[in-house]
């Protein structure tokens, strides 16, 4: 069963609109969330992420939103250019896990001109 | 320069072939990772490393072996390729010592399998 889980394949905005991903999990065990971009014939990059004990994270254009009793986090990008068009991973950890990261399934940003 | 590089980039070979993909990092890091890429299922992980003499299978370990033979070496072989192996193959490096938990993954550029 897959414990990452993003519902939306892709998503289409305008540029300078704000962009919403949305990431849902089922492992209450989970303590750190991530994002990674990936651009085609590259591999992931990691943008942001946020511990368990919080419930936002900002970093310039990008904030993550954790909602822990819904076991939902969501990326904001604000305002969207162009150059955030790519795949957008989230991925979560726990301790107990070992911290290994199980990805959800990526949702396809494109950010139109 | 990459600091994690993966070879081949793309191969294709036959049903039954023995395939190895080779990853070499230069980022100095102690645990390395295999993941695969597949349409609709985003990247699972298929062994991990978390020093030269511990190797751990990760959610699909089947018909994958690897080999951990330096710091900075971490291959991954099919030893007998089926279509269904056909996918986009990541390796990816963590540092142990960095930053608690975070669980942040450095990714190669990625191999391209076909299995015909």
């Known amino acids: 069963d897959q414990q990452v889980k993003q519902n939306s394949p892709s998503l289409s905005v305008q540029e300078g609109r704000i962009s919403i991903l949305n990431c849902d999990y089922t492992?209450?065990?989970?303590?750190?969330f991530l994002w990674y971009k990936k651009y085609p014939a590259e591999g992931p990059t990691f943008l942001i992420s946020i511990s368990s004990i919080k419930d936002k994270n900002e970093d310039g254009r990008f904030t993550v939103f954790l909602n822990k009793s819904a076991k939902h986090l969501s990326l904001h990008i604000v305002p969207s250019q162009p150059g955030d068009s790519a795949v957008y991973f989230c991925?979560?950890?726990?301790?107990?896990?070992?911290?290994?990261?199980?990805f959800g399934t990526g949702t396809r940003l494109t950010v139109i001109p | 320069d990459a600091d994690v590089t993966q070879t081949p980039r793309n191969r294709i070979t036959k049903t039954g072939k023995r395939i190895m993909l080779e990853c070499s990092q230069t980022k100095g890091h102690d645990r390395m990772y295999w993941y695969r890429q597949d349409p609709g299922l985003g990247l699972r992980l298929i062994y991990y490393?978390?020093?030269?003499?511990?190797?751990n299978k990760g959610e699909i370990s089947d018909g994958y072996s690897v080999s951990r033979q330096a710091q900075a070496k971490f291959s991954l072989s099919l030893e007998s390729a089926i279509p269904n192996q056909t996918a986009l193959y990541f390796c990816?490096?963590?540092?142990?010592?960095?930053?608690?938990?975070?669980?942040?993954?450095?990714f190669g550029e990625g191999s391209r399998l076909t299995v015909l």
């Open positions: 492992n209450s065990m989970f303590d750190y």
């Open positions: 991925a979560a950890s726990s301790i107990t896990g070992a911290n290994n990261l199980f």
């Open positions: 490393s978390f020093d030269v003499k511990d190797i």
């Open positions: 990816a490096t963590s540092d142990l010592g960095g930053t608690p938990n975070t669980g942040e993954l450095f």
